[in-house]
């Protein structure tokens, strides 16, 4: 490993300016992006994979959905394992980008690392791939399964696909890089993914609004039913109320109160939701958040009874729970309610099942050891509110494989936000844990196929 880290080392300058390259492509896969720049991306992977010593390399076309890189190195020895390794290269959308502080597909240097729209979620995972395919001279001792997605963030009918054609998704273990660390210099692996579920809630109670000086305190108000409803899904701590819905303690690492404010952006003598561990509140436990109100803007305000409101509410819930158990859960729970003796309409919306992933196999040792030594410090284990959908279709297609979920990005990089940044430190150490990980796993799996 002291030889292998030195390599990756060596590499660093390489992978830093390939970072920058497919980070300054928008390749934005939302409706109303041009599809060019994602095509781009593509084409570059495509030939980075070549010069990293990949010959069989494929495109998967799906309808409505921007190309997949799909790429085999066969296995060196008959009993040597088969690791599938995934990430993405399409990303968020910038948002405003006065937010800014400098171009977002422009990268730029920042302190310990680089600034760019994607450029931790996903590019630099799909970089940390490479690094251990080129420190490996194209020839790792495991078999290798490469899938890059296109249209990751959008989501699309690849999500499905794998466990559709499970042959092309064989494999002995998975490394889903689309994850990273708690912190900074804290290795972590990820064994839990919160499942989610939307709902969507209205009231409609006159034909059209009515003068609330006339009508007011007599005749019902929607916006007012609304919120009543909305109001029983937590108690007095802000814990959700919805009977049903799986939480269980939490037993991993997890951020401090302090950082987790910070990373929040929690306004100071604010207090946080809810009780009991952070962990318990933001993985091992459901969330329910109104992400959506319709109803008269207060710029724009009439004085007129409300006649019609509706909210989309999200529903984050255990790795464990049926997606659509936990919906109908929450469904339940507002058709049951009559605020005012006024009826609600309820309607539920998509749902993703959550992951939570085996521990103490082979694998999962191989990486723990190779995250610890990378780094120089104790692995932690986490789980994450945010879902990967495809995780659970390469699940079904594979479903004897270790899934492993670590890479490059940390919980303070800003994913999905303004300004986001990778840090070399990370990605440096992820490419010789990765190295790490498939050196320990292809001589552990021998030998345990062996016994």
């Known amino acids: 490993m002291v030889d292998m880290a030195a390599k990756v080392d060596g590499l660093m300058d390489g992978l830093r300016a390939d970072l920058e390259r497919l980070a300054a492509i928008p390749s934005v896969a939302f409706p109303g992006f041009p599809a060019e720049p994602v095509q781009a991306a593509h084409d570059l992977l495509v ?52 937010l800014w502080l400098s171009p977002p597909f422009e990268p730029t240097p920042v302190e310990g690392g680089l600034r760019a729209r994607g450029i931790a979620d996903d590019k630099s995972n799909v970089i940390a791939h490479l690094g251990m395919l080129r420190a490996y001279e194209g020839r790792p001792p495991v078999g290798v399964k490469i899938v890059f997605e296109g249209q990751e963030e959008y989501g699309s009918a690849f999500d499905a696909y794998p466990a559709d054609n499970p042959e092309r998704f064989v494999c002995d273990a998975m490394v889903i890089a689309d994850l990273g660390n708690l ?3 804290t290795p972590t692996l990820t064994t839990g993914l919160r499942g989610a579920a939307e709902v969507t809630v209205e009231v409609r109670t006159l034909q059209e609004p009515r003068h609330s000086g006339e009508f007011g305190g007599a005749a019902p108000d929607a916006l007012l039913v609304l919120l009543k409803a909305l109001g029983t899904l937590h108690d007095l701590h802000g814990d959700v109320a919805v009977s049903g819905l799986r939480r269980e303690e939490w037993t991993g690492t997890t ?149 492993l979920l670590f890479g490059a990005q940390d919980s303070m990089c800003n994913l999905h936000a303004p300004n986001e940044r990778v840090l070399f430190s990370e990605l440096r150490n992820t490419v010789v844990a990765m190295c790490g990980f498939v050196e320990r796993y292809a001589a552990d799996f021998r030998r345990e196929s062996a016994v």
């Open 183 to 185: 912190r900074p210099g």
């Open 47 to 98: 030939g980075l994979l070549r010069q990293a010593g990949v010959a069989r390399i494929e495109r998967i076309d799906l309808p409505d959905t921007a190309p997949v890189v799909y790429a085999e190195i066969p296995p060196p020895t008959p009993d040597a394992p088969t690791v599938l390794l995934y990430s993405h290269y399409d990303v968020q959308p910038p948002g405003d980008e006065r």
């Open 255 to 403: 951020y401090t109160e302090d950082e987790f404010r910070e990373l929040a952006g929690v306004r100071d003598g604010v207090p946080l939701l809810g009780s009991g561990t952070l962990g318990e509140r933001l993985w091992s436990g459901p969330a329910i958040t109104v992400i959506g109100l319709d109803a008269p803007s207060v710029d724009h305000a009439a004085s007129a009874v409300v006649p019609y409101a509706r909210a989309k509410l999200n529903l984050r819930f255990h790795p464990r729970q049926d997606p659509r158990e936990a919906q109908s859960r929450l469904v339940d729970h507002l058709r049951s309610l009559r605020p005012f003796g006024i009826p609600l309409t309820v309607t539920p919306g998509d749902t993703g099942p959550g992951y939570e992933a085996s521990t103490g196999g082979p694998a999962y040792r191989a990486a723990l050891a190779a995250l610890e030594e990378a780094w120089g410090a104790d692995a932690s284990y986490v789980a994450t509110g945010g879902s990967i959908p495809l995780v659970n279709g390469l699940a079904q297609a594979a479903p004897d494989a270790e899934v």
